[in-house]
Nanobody, 121 residues
């Protein structure tokens, strides 16, 4: 199976920035539609951002639009999520995923184990 591992999470103050990374192994990440999702305690997993393999079209949830940017580095076989102007409500476990489309979690086949992002003063 395609394996995905997230990194770059941690604690950041409101208004700060953080960059999440997702590295793939076994297979080439560029062969898949890929995305970022998050899950806060007591809530369902939700789509944050995704990137289409076919035409590089990006998708963002309304809550992060204008603050987050998704991009990939094919040479490193990695996916990134640049998060700016972070808010406390961004606090969640963030997951990278592959094999789906847009921002629907149920469409994605491969998942990382997740990484904690905490936004607090």
């Amino acid at each position: 199976q395609l394996q995905l591992v997230e990194s770059g999470g941690g604690l950041v103050q409101p208004g700060g920035s953080l960059r999440l990374s997702c590295t793939a192994s076994r297979y080439t990440l560029n062969d898949y539609n890929i995305g970022w999702f998050r899950q806060a305690p007591g809530k369902e997993r939700e789509g944050v951002s995704s990137l289409s393999r076919r035409d590089e079209t990006t998708f963002y949830s309304d809550s992060v639009k204008g603050r987050f940017t998704i991009f990939r580095d094919n040479a490193k076989n990695a996916l990134y999520l640049q998060m700016n102007s972070l808010k406390p409500e961004d606090t969640a476990v963030y997951y990278c995923a592959a094999g789906g489309y847009e921002l629907e979690p149920w469409e994605y086949t491969y998942w990382g184990k997740g990484i904690q992002v905490t936004v607090s003063s």
